[in-house]
């Protein structure tokens, strides 16, 4: 299998998938942005199939914007408005078409964190 990219949320503050929370993939090359697709997450906090797969995988910048807000008002009461969260931009490069980009996003009403999982 050649390359692909491939997500997954979850909600530290509930220990659990974040769940039906929409995430939108750019192409963001030279201060460009494309946006390539917009998803949502499934009951295990995943995306149904990779972002992208194969071919559509390429070597360049791009971004991933998670959607969490609408999320937080529904599962968190009271929190402040606005919402301290409510996009959550990650910026990254490809290097290496043939690989797996794999990009888990821990987060809670108040932090995130974000790394390159396998």
């Known amino acids: 299998m050649k390359g692909r990219l491939t997500t997954h949320i979850l909600d530290t503050a509930r ?3 974040g769940a039906n929370i ?4 750019w192409s963001a090359n030279n201060g460009e942005k494309i ?3 917009t998803v949502r997450t499934n009951s295990d906090g995943r995306t ?17 914007v998670f959607h969490v807000g609408e999320y937080f008002v529904e599962h968190f009461e009271n929190l402040p408005r606005p919402i301290f969260l409510d996009q959550i931009p990650i910026c990254f490069a490809v290097a290496d078409s043939n690989a797996h980009y794999h990009i888990p996003l ?3 009403p108040w932090s995130y964190s974000i790394y390159r999982g396998s």
Do not use: R
């Open 22 to 25: 929409p995430i939108t993939l």
């Open 48 to 64: 149904d199939a990779p972002l992208l797969a194969n071919e559509e995988l390429v070597v360049q910048v791009y971004e991933l």
């Open 106 to 108: 821990l987060v809670s």
């Open 35 to 37: 946006l390539i697709k």
């Open 15 to 17: 220990g659990c998938p």
